[in-house]
Nanobody, 122 residues
């Protein structure tokens, strides 16, 4: 049974930093590409960042480029999203996902976490 468990969300002031973690179990993590998506109330689920199984290549949405960084620790079966210089428009539920079924930035992944809330105050 595959499980993805996000943590690290919370309330942060604009300009601050937050690091999200996603612990994976039940799959060969080292051979899986991973992604982060986010969904604000009343909006679609948007791509944030993705990383290839090896961790050598990453992809980042233009809206967060230069501020957010995705990384992967295969020894810990964990993927991270480092969020710096956050803005109020970054407020959303952030989801971790594993094994893309289409392009990395499309929300068609095999497995999803339950999400973690990030709220950025102005």
């Amino acid at each position: 049974q595959v499980q993805l468990v996000e943590s690290g969300g919370g309330l942060v002031q604009a300009g601050g930093s937050l690091r999200l973690s996603c612990a994976a179990s039940g799959l060969t993590f080292s051979r899986r590409a991973m992604g982060w998506f986010r969904q604000a109330p009343g909006k679609e689920r948007d791509f944030v960042a993705a990383i290839r199984w090896s961790g050598r290549s990453t992809f980042t949405a233009d809206s967060v480029k230069g501020r957010f960084t995705i990384s992967k620790d295969n020894a810990k079966n964990t993927v991270y999203l480092q969020m710096n210089s956050v803005k109020p428009e970054d407020t959303a539920v952030y989801f971790c996902a594993a094994e893309p079924q289409s392009s990395y930035n499309y929300p068609l992944y095999s497995y999803w976490g339950q999400g973690t809330q990030v709220t950025v105050s102005s």
